[in-house]
């Protein structure tokens, strides 16, 4: 088992920035890819970010990529996302996500994920 608590969310100006933080406990955190998805209200959760365990391989969703860095750091057994020049329409509740994927497995599919954090509001005011 995998426990996983997001901190860092709350309101935002539009331009500003901010760092959401997952933090893990359970099993070694350095063999999992570790994901970030949304959900806005009405909407289904979708993709935002991954990172491979080892860290050297990103992704990102084409509505985040060049303004949202996804990172980790193994020895803190913690990922992060940082939001740069937020926009009202990134409002949502934010999801880190844990899975033991292969790299035949796609980590931008939230299926593939086996746990996942209690979420974190994050609202963009315009």
């Known amino acids: 088992q995998v426990q996983l608590v997001e901190s860092g969310g709350g309101l935002v100006q539009a331009g500003g920035s901010l760092r959401l933080s997952c933090a893990a406990s359970g099993r070694p955190f350095s063999s999992y890819t570790m994901g970030w998805f949304r959900q806005a209200p009405g909407k289904e959760r979708e993709f935002v970010a991954a990172i491979r365990w080892t860290g050297g391989y990103t992704y990102y969703a084409a509505s985040v990529k060049g303004r949202f860095t996804i990172s980790r750091d193994n020895a803190k057994n913690t990922m992060y996302l940082k939001i740069d020049r937020p926009k009202p329409e990134d409002t949502a509740v934010y999801y880190c996500?844990?899975?033991?994927?292969?790299?035949?497995?796609?980590?931008?599919?939230?299926?593939?994920?086996?746990?996942w954090g209690q979420g974190a509001q994050i609202t963009v005011s315009s």
């Open positions: 996500a844990a899975a033991q994927l292969t790299w035949y497995q796609d980590p931008l599919d939230r299926s593939a994920y086996d746990y």
